[in-house]
């Protein structure tokens, strides 16, 4: 098993064991969300939605890019997406979580229970088809850069993890077309 999908099953059994747990994380921590409409919005001008297979979980569905790889082999909250040199990968999960998790915790528990190094840091929170989502970013080693959303939806965590190589305009355009595709249920 690959480093990456090995990260991606101790976060997900983090999460899930989160989930288990007794007490309330509350959502104090969380900015609340900024005044809008939750419904889907169009892509930002410029923006390419990425166009290849679909992702279709039970909180959330979205699109892979072109010609990339699709696996759903190892659970299935989470999906799998990597180029066919597999220099870019792409994870799409959906887990139950603790009722009363906030956004802030589980970047926390994200960061935690992975084996980044260096460890990403939080930027600002973003909206995502109306929704907020935390976003964790920076180099994770290796070469690779991370950038990872999440947002809790009621019980649900609903999560894409992009961990990328090259230019960042590159990634950039990359995480821009999969984002523009993401449309909760």
């Given at each position: 098993m690959s480093r990456r999908r090995t990260t991606a099953l101790v976060v997900l059994v983090g999460l899930c064991l989160a989930g288990c747990g007794g007490g309330s994380s509350g959502s104090a921590g969380d900015?609340?969300?900024?005044p809008g409409s939750a419904g889907s919005s169009p892509p930002a001008p410029g923006i390419e939605p990425?166009?290849?297979?679909?992702?279709?979980?039970?909180?959330?569905?979205?699109?892979?890019?072109?010609?990339?790889?699709?696996d759903n082999s190892l659970a299935k909250e989470i999906v799998f997406s990597s180029s066919r040199d597999v220099l870019q990968n792409i994870e799409y999960s959906d887990v139950t979580v603790f009722p009363g998790t906030s956004n802030a915790f589980a970047a926390r528990l994200s960061?935690?229970?992975?084996?980044w190094n260096p460890e990403p840091r939080t930027a600002s929170p973003v909206t995502i088809d109306?929704?907020?989502?935390?976003?964790?970013?920076?180099?994770?080693?290796?070469?690779?850069?991370?950038d990872e959303y999440g947002s809790v939806q009621e019980s649900r965590l609903v999560k894409i993890s992009f961990e990328l190589?090259?230019?960042?305009?590159?990634?950039?355009?990359?995480?821009d077309s999969v984002l523009a595709t993401v449309r909760l249920k």
């Open positions: 900015p609340p969300s900024a990425a166009s290849g297979r679909k992702v279709d979980l039970l909180a959330f569905t979205a699109r892979t890019p072109q010609g990339y790889d699709y960061i935690k229970n992975s084996s109306g929704a907020r989502f935390y976003h964790l970013t920076g180099p994770v080693g290796e070469g690779v850069r991370l190589e090259g230019p960042e305009a590159q990634r950039q355009r990359l995480v």
